[in-house]
Nanobody
Framework: QVQLVESGGGLVQPGGSLRLSCEAS????????MGWHRQAPGKQREWVAG???????NYADSVKGRFTISRDNAKNTVYLQMNSLKPEDAAVYYC?????????WGQGTKVTVSS
């Protein structure tokens, strides 16, 4: 049984930081491309950042320079360090694991950016 469990969301003031975590089980984690997506109320889910099995990273333009994705294969965990948060970053953040036709999603963790 595949599980992706996100954590680390919460309320933060504009300009603040949060670190999201996503722990995977039931997959050969090191082989999977891992990504973070987000969905704000009334908007479509959008891709935020991805990290390949070899560690190559990519970011959406909206978060480049502020967010950092990383992975720890020994812990089957992918992280998203979010700095300089803006109100428009508020959303439910989802972790996604991809390998070929295999796609798995976590349940999401909510990030609120407000003063």
């Amino acid at each position: 049984q595949v599980q992706l469990v996100e954590s680390g969301g919460g309320l933060v003031q504009p300009g603040g930081s949060l670190r999201l975590s996503c722990e995977a089980s039931g997959i050969l984690f090191s082989s999977f491309v891992m990504g973070w997506h987000r969905q704000a109320p009334g908007k479509q889910r959008e891709w935020v950042a991805g990290i390949g099995s070899g560690g190559t990273t990519n970011y959406a333009d909206s978060v480049k320079g502020r967010f950092t994705i990383s992975r720890d294969n020994a812990k089957n965990t992918v992280y998203l360090q979010m700095n300089s948060l803006k109100p428009e970053d508020a959303a439910v953040y989802y972790c996604k694991a991809s390998y070929g036709f295999q796609k798995y999603w976590g349940q999401g963790t909510k990030v609120t950016v407000s003063s």
